[in-house]
């Protein structure tokens, strides 16, 4: 006990560290925690990075495309309209651009008499939404919407002259988005009353697609009576389906408006669209989540759905992957230097004391072809005047066959 005040007194007299080691060895300690926790944190992070990295690319698609298709006409279908301006407007939103989103609508609702709000069209009670908007682009609309253009659209077998806005231009690395809505029944879809189409010809068309190589995967939504049935016949691979009924089941409308007199959307598109609205780009909801979109309790029928022919699990399956459009991005640090373009780099092959001559407008077109077109012909049509004319000369000699007192008997 003498010796303990020397020995913690000679280091303060000497200056030197041995007093201050338990210090340090608690200050070491607490450094290769610190250490020891930031690799694990670093371990931690890089391994969730590469596991957002895998499902980020695990996909294996490089665009999307939505086909979004309502099939009714009339005022009555009001909700088949919104129904489908509506999911547009998610897809839109979601980052699909318009050249890639074919949109057919089969009557124009916002233009119609009936409409208490011209150029309007209302997903919600009370008008608080409007899903018409002013940056809407319909490819075809009306009589345009008819079962051969839309098996057309779907294989690619349209006409030289169909501009590219009417058409979908898909690859084997696109996934395509195709939603439907209308009138329908156990294994078949109505068109403008007037036509139909049966989950053969789905199915076949959806075949036709895989063989040409038009998409990577594909997810089929129908809203409609008996909806379940039309995905019963698909045997093509990549193929997820949902449908708002089972087969001997209605799909039911919902919210009545009294100010327009019709119903604004059906069920199951509207909680459809109530989930996409907590949907952004870079959400990890899965397919399983877009299941239960719709119970039988809210839907007051059975939604289905068919994954069968889906190579993937549907948990793996982002909503984004069909409903966004996300371009994948490759990360590097390497220093890339940048180059002139050949045009600018390459030196011009003219002296610089010869002069260039300057084209002229007129030498620009190619006025001889022009000149030298046959002119199209033109229904004949009698010239300005004749008509007038040959009354004129009818009561001329009307005039001098009978005399003045008969010229009422013209009139």
């Not at 010796?3 to 340090?24: D, H, I, N, S, T």
């Not at 391994?47 to 695990?58: L, S, W, Y």
């Not at 009714?72 to 129904?83: E, T």
């Not at 063989?211 to 129908?222: M, S, T, V, W």
Request: charge should be neutral; charged fraction near 20%.
């Amino acid at each position: 006990r003498g010796q303990l005040p020397v020995k913690m007194a000679a280091p303060g007299a000497g200056g030197g560290g041995g007093g201050r080691r338990p210090e340090l060895a608690v200050a070491a300690a607490l450094v290769v925690v610190l250490v020891v926790a930031a690799r694990g944190v670093s371990a931690s992070a890089s391994e969730e990075a590469q596991v957002r990295a895998k499902q980020f690319f695990r996909s294996g698609h490089t665009n999307n495309w939505a086909v979004l298709v309502c099939t009714s006409r009339f005022w009555f279908n009001y909700r088949h309209v919104a129904n489908t301006l509506s999911v547009y407007r998610s897809v839109k939103r979601l980052g699909i651009p318009d050249s890639h989103i074919v949109l057919m609508l089969a009557d124009d609702m916002a233009c119609n008499p009936r409409n208490p709000k011209p150029a309007t069209i209302f997903s919600h009670r009370n008008m608080e939404l409007n899903v018409y908007g002013d940056s809407v682009e319909v490819d075809y609309r009306g009589y345009e919407v008819t079962v051969e253009n839309f098996l057309r659209v779907l294989t690619g077998r349209l006409p030289p002259s169909t501009p590219r806005s009417k058409r979908l231009l898909s690859d084997d690395r696109s996934n395509i988005l195709i939603y439907m809505t209308g009138h329908g029944g156990n294994g078949f879809l109505k068109f403008q009353d007037s036509e139909e189409i049966t989950n053969v010809e789905l199915g076949d068309a959806f075949e036709q697609m895989w063989q040409k190589r038009r998409y990577h995967e594909l997810l089929f939504i129908i809203d409609t009576c008996q909806g379940a049935s039309m995905y019963e016949r698909f045997y093509s691979p990549n193929i997820m389906a949902l449908a708002s009924s089972q087969v001997g089941e209605d799909s039911l409308s919902h919210q009545p408006d009294l100010a327009i007199g019709v119903h604004l959307m059906d069920r199951y598109t509207y909680y459809l669209l109530e989930f996409l609205e907590d949907i952004w780009p870079a959400s990890q909801n899965s397919m399983l989540d877009l299941f239960k979109v719709c119970p039988t309790s809210l839907c007051v029928s059975t939604p289905g759905h068919r994954t069968d022919l889906f190579q993937r699990n549907p948990g793996d399956v982002l909503i984004t992957d069909f409903f966004g459009s996300v371009r994948k991005v490759e990360m590097t640090t390497d220093i890339i230097r940048l180059t002139r373009n050949d045009t600018e780099s390459e030196q011009s092959h003219i002296p610089e004391s010869q002069p260039t001559q300057a084209l002229k407008y007129v030498d620009q077109l190619a006025v001889a072809q022009i000149i030298h077109q046959k002119p199209k012909r033109k229904d004949w049509h009698p010239p300005d005047g004749f008509i007038l004319g040959l009354w004129t000369l009818i009561l001329l000699v009307f005039f001098k066959s009978y005399g003045l007192k008969h010229l009422k008997h013209v009139f």
